[in-house]
T-cell receptor, first 115, second 113 residues
Framework: AQTVTQSQPEMSVQEAETVTLSCTYD???????LFWYKQPPSRQMILVIR??????QNATENRFSVNFQKAAKSFSLKISDSQLGDTAMYFC????????????FGTGTSLTVIP | NAGVTQTPKFQVLKTGQSMTLQCAQD?????MSWYRQDPGMGLRLIHY???????DQGEVPNGYNVSRSTTEDFPLRLLSAAPSQTSVYFC????????????FGSGTQLSVL
């Protein structure tokens, strides 16, 4: 079975600063995908960024970037220039390739951006 | 674009009652799925479907039934509600069952008393 661990239940950051959310995972698979999803108070799940395990280059999406360490099974999310709208729960997720979109989610990190 | 629509948004049931959570998507997606979200546990997959007429169990299927008679609809049935089923339920879909972005509905908050 796959497990995804987010060891930081809550974090806070000052507006305009940078924050890093941690995620580790356990799998025996070699082909897989990793994701970060954002869940604001509206409850809507929003895809932030995704990484394909066979790609060595770290994914970036505007202010969001990841540090993917495959050997260490680590997948952290860095948010630069934090904005008030970044306040949300952030979930790390793992998906085995070729398994019909069966996602395994971490328990989430609640991020608060302080004005 | 409506995307993924879930109804109702909130529901309170008594133990033993049955109900159906509705999920519809208008994007012609092959793949649809149901997750439950509990405090401190993230999202867990209940059931999924890779196309009309095909369903399969996820991580936590007990107490839930699904069917997929059309591409658009994927209802989740609770046959005899239990307090342990108090949760937020999310429906999600993607274009195919392969590596695709998941589109989520806005969730259903269910309380079983």
């Amino acid at each position: 079975a796959q497990t995804v661990t987010q060891s930081q239940p809550e974090m806070s950051v000052q507006e305009a600063e940078t924050v890093t959310l941690s995620c580790t995972y356990d799998t025996s698979e070699n082909n897989y995908y990793l994701f970060w999803y954002k869940q604001p108070p509206s409850r809507q799940m929003i895809l932030v960024i995704r990484q394909e395990a066979y790609k060595q280059q770290n994914a970036t999406e505007n202010r969001f970037s990841v540090n993917f360490q495959k050997a260490a099974k680590s997948f952290s999310l860095k948010i630069s220039d934090s904005q008030l709208g970044d306040t949300a729960m952030y979930f790390c997720a793992f998906m085995k390739r070729n398994t019909g979109n069966q996602f395994y989610f971490g328990t989430g990190t609640s991020l608060t951006v302080i004005p | 674009n409506a995307g993924v629509t879930q109804t109702p948004k909130f529901q309170v049931l008594k133990t033993g009652q049955s109900m159906t959570l509705q999920c519809a998507q208008d994007m012609n997606h092959e793949y649809m799925s149901w997750y439950r979200q509990d405090p401190g546990m993230g999202l867990r997959l209940i059931h999924y479907s890779v196309g009309a007429g095909i369903t399969d169990q996820g991580e936590v299927p007990n107490g839930y039934n699904v069917s997929r008679s059309t591409t658009e609809d994927f209802p989740l049935r609770l046959l005899s509600a239990a307090p342990s089923q108090t949760s937020v339920y999310f429906c999600a879909s993607s274009r195919t069952a392969r590596f695709e972005k998941l589109f989520f509905g806005s969730g259903t908050q269910l309380s079983v008393l």
